[in-house]
């Protein structure tokens, strides 16, 4: 549309000029053919040119929500990750708690030689241990990871 408006303007403008001197005529004509053709294609490219800014534009706001979505859901998954780091921590210091009370409890025993038959200390004392080694053996592995 804009190049037949062109167009127009442009072949009002030979006609003027072609009254004044008819040798001209053709020349001028073939002149500014040539100049509306050029505008004619310099307005396609144009127009070609806002269609593929427009398209770029649209992709680039795609890939932008995209993104956006990608970042939002690893901010997520880090969330959970130190939740559960958190609680893994949390759950080792309950269980060193646990082991050095005992340890005191052994210790204890130990100092204070609680008058027991011997059968029956050795045996409590036996247990102590066994369950310290538990505990400590459960700290060292400990596979369990508590969700938030």
């Given at each position: 549309?804009?190049?037949?408006?062109?167009?127009?303007k442009?072949?009002?403008?030979?006609?003027?000029?072609?009254c004044?001197?008819?040798?001209?005529?053709?020349?001028?004509?073939?002149r500014?053919?040539?100049?509306i053709?050029?505008?004619?294609?310099?307005?396609?490219?144009?127009?070609?040119?806002?269609?593929?800014?427009?398209?770029n534009?649209?992709?680039?706001?795609?890939?932008?929500?995209?993104?956006?979505?990608?970042?939002y859901?690893?901010?997520?998954?880090?969330?959970r990750?130190?939740?559960?780091?958190?609680?893994?921590?949390?759950?080792?210091?309950?269980?060193?708690?646990?082991?050095?009370?005992?340890?005191?409890?052994?210790?204890?025993f130990?100092?204070?030689k609680?008058?027991l038959?011997?059968?029956?200390?050795?045996?409590?004392f036996?247990?102590?241990?066994?369950?310290?080694?538990l505990?400590?053996?459960?700290?060292?592995?400990?596979p369990?990871?508590?969700?938030?």
């Open positions: 549309p804009k190049c037949s408006e062109n167009q127009d442009n072949h009002e403008d030979t006609n003027e000029n072609s004044s001197s008819e040798e001209g005529v053709d020349t001028s004509l073939s500014t053919d040539s100049c053709q050029k505008e004619c294609v310099e307005t396609k490219k144009i127009e070609q040119l806002e269609k593929l800014l427009k398209k534009l649209n992709q680039l706001t795609q890939m932008q929500g995209y993104y956006d979505k990608e970042i859901e690893k901010e997520q998954l880090i969330k990750f130190r939740c559960a780091n958190d609680s893994y921590e949390k759950q080792q210091a309950r269980d060193n708690m646990i082991i050095k009370f005992r340890d005191s409890t052994i210790s204890r130990g100092e204070h609680i008058k038959p011997d059968e029956e200390s050795a045996k409590e036996d247990n102590l241990k066994l369950e310290i080694k505990l400590r053996e459960q700290l060292e592995d400990s369990k990871l508590v969700k938030c």
